[in-house]
């Protein structure tokens, strides 16, 4: 595995999690040596250095995954601080103090439980992420009761326990084991992928100077609320909306000026936009919204809303000021109706608003 991993990584940029990653991989490697070769090395302090290489190697493992899946925050820190200490102190009392393999057995299995726990509850518990972190906080709990039940059949054991030995809870032990260690490697590999996929979709998708969707992505998702809304026969409003004399903003200020003022205007319109709304730019000064669920009278507050609130807008230490047109066009869809009505619509209602003196809001009416 760690050969697989380096090799996997090596023309790959080096992320922290990355780095984090091989480098537990080697280190439980050379704990697993140390498990095999350790009735021919002398000393008892071989059981102690094999103990640490795990502790350390899989710490490192678990934070690398956390921080793949973007889970590694203040609240893991602190809880990863704290169970370090704990299990150093209590597997270091159990060491020096008490020469009982079995009492070994069960600090270092409770450790590992307290290690794992926290992604398993974290992948389980966060519902808004992938369906791969669920199945992989499940395996987590999964290994984490195994380990559990070895910790006390360790402290419960009549003879000494050690990891050759066979039996029931035993050979559970092994297929945990081995499940954290394929658990590790797979979810590594899948998280990467997975989290690839996610920034080139957000790439693919996400206008970069604005941060809201571009013209395709919008559409697509746009026409995909709009076939829902025809299914429940609710209505939908679309909104476009394009920037008073924005070429002046670019002559008279220059384009990184202008460069702000689309990002303060977008800004400032997601601020009042619902969580099912979508809110895309069509291209220039020119932005779309739509609003699902959304009759005619509640589009007019929206976009009176949205309006007023970019007119009273500033971009900080700046003069600039500058106002928005509006065209509105409100329908019940059905399975015919298409993106480019509604925008065809709409954009004739935003040229009136502009012909009629701009910063004001023009509805367009809908014919069959």
Same mark, same amino acid.
């Given at each position: 595995?760690?050969?697989?991993?380096?090799?996997?990584?090596?023309?790959?940029?080096?992320?922290?999690?990355?780095?984090?990653?091989?480098?537990?991989?080697?280190?439980?490697?050379? %704990?697993?040596?140390?498990?095999?070769?350790?009735?021919?090395?002398?000393?008892?302090?071989?059981?102690?250095?094999? /103990?640490?290489?795990?502790?350390?190697?899989?710490?490192?493992?678990?934070?690398?995954?956390?921080?793949?899946?973007?889970?590694?925050?203040?609240?893991?820190?602190?809880?990863?601080?704290?169970?370090?200490?704990? %299990?150093?102190?209590? @597997?270091?009392? &159990?060491?020096?103090?008490? !020469?009982?393999? /079995?009492?070994?057995?069960?600090?270092?299995?409770?450790?590992?439980?307290?290690?794992?726990?926290?992604?398993?509850?974290?992948?389980?518990?966060?519902?808004?992420?992938?369906?791969?972190?669920?199945?992989?906080?499940?395996? @987590?709990?999964?290994?984490?009761?195994?380990?559990?039940?070895?910790?006390?059949?360790?402290?419960?054991?009549?003879?000494?326990?050690?990891?050759?030995? &066979?039996?029931?809870?035993?050979?559970?032990?092994?297929?945990?084991?081995?499940?954290?260690?394929?658990?590790?490697?797979?979810?590594?590999?899948?998280?990467?992928?997975?989290?690839? @996929?996610?920034?080139?979709?957000?790439?693919?998708?996400?206008?970069?100077?604005?941060?809201?969707?571009?013209?395709?992505?919008?559409?697509?998702?746009?026409?995909?609320?709009?076939?829902?809304?025809?299914?429940?026969?609710?209505?939908?409003?679309?909104?476009?909306?394009?920037?008073?004399?924005?070429?002046?903003?670019?002559?008279?200020?220059? !384009?990184? &000026?202008?460069?702000?003022?689309?990002?303060?205007?977008?800004?400032?319109?997601?601020?009042?936009?619902?969580?099912?709304?979508?809110?895309?730019?069509?291209?220039?000064?020119?932005?779309?919204?739509?609003?699902?669920?959304?009759?005619?009278?509640?589009?007019?507050?929206?976009?009176?809303?949205?309006?007023?609130?970019?007119?009273?807008?500033?971009?900080?230490?700046?003069?600039?000021?500058?106002?928005?047109?509006?065209?509105?066009?409100?329908?019940?869809?059905?399975?015919?109706?298409?993106?480019?009505?509604?925008?065809?619509?709409?954009?004739?209602?935003?040229?009136?608003?502009?012909?009629?003196?701009?910063?004001?809001?023009?509805?367009?009416?809908?014919?069959?």
């Amino acid at each position: 595995m760690a050969l697989l991993i380096s090799a996997y990584r090596y023309r790959a940029p080096r992320d922290t999690a990355s780095s984090l990653f091989i480098v537990s991989k080697w280190l439980q490697s050379a %704990c697993w040596l140390l498990v095999i070769i350790r009735y021919s090395l002398p000393g008892e302090q071989i059981v102690l250095l094999s /103990n640490a290489l795990m502790l350390v190697g899989g710490g490192l493992e678990i934070v690398a995954l956390l921080l793949m899946a973007g889970a590694f925050d203040a609240k893991a820190q602190r809880y990863y601080a704290v169970v370090t200490a704990l %299990c150093v102190l209590s @597997y270091g009392l &159990t060491y020096f103090f008490d !020469h009982s393999d /079995n009492l070994r057995i069960a600090s270092a299995s409770l450790g590992v439980v307290l290690f794992i726990a926290f992604p398993a509850y974290r992948f389980i518990a966060n519902k808004g992420d992938s369906l791969l972190q669920t199945v992989m906080g499940l395996v @987590y709990a999964a290994v984490a009761f195994v380990m559990l039940a070895r910790a006390f059949t360790a402290l419960l054991a009549g003879s000494d326990m050690n990891i050759f030995l &066979t039996g029931f809870i035993r050979q559970l032990y092994y297929i945990g084991i081995f499940l954290v260690m394929i658990l590790g490697m797979a979810g590594f590999v899948l998280l990467s992928r997975e989290r690839s @996929y996610e920034a080139l979709r957000r790439m693919a998708d996400i206008d970069e100077l604005t941060g809201i969707l571009n013209r395709r992505a919008f559409i697509d998702r746009a026409q995909i609320t709009a076939a829902a809304a025809a299914e429940r026969r609710e209505p939908i409003s679309f909104l476009l909306l394009d920037i008073d004399h924005f070429k002046q903003v670019n002559d008279n200020y220059g !384009h990184i &000026t202008g460069d702000w003022a689309l990002q303060n205007f977008a800004s400032t319109v997601e601020f009042y936009l619902g969580p099912e709304d979508l809110f895309g730019r069509y291209g220039g000064e020119e932005f779309a919204v739509l609003l699902p669920g959304a009759g005619e009278e509640e589009s007019d507050r929206k976009a009176e809303q949205f309006r007023l609130a970019i007119m009273s807008s500033r971009i900080e230490g700046h003069p600039l000021k500058y106002t928005v047109s509006i065209g509105v066009i409100t329908v019940i869809p059905d399975k015919s109706t298409q993106l480019d009505q509604l925008y065809k619509l709409s954009d004739a209602a935003l040229y009136q608003a502009k012909q009629e003196g701009r910063n004001r809001v023009v509805r367009s009416r809908w014919s069959e």
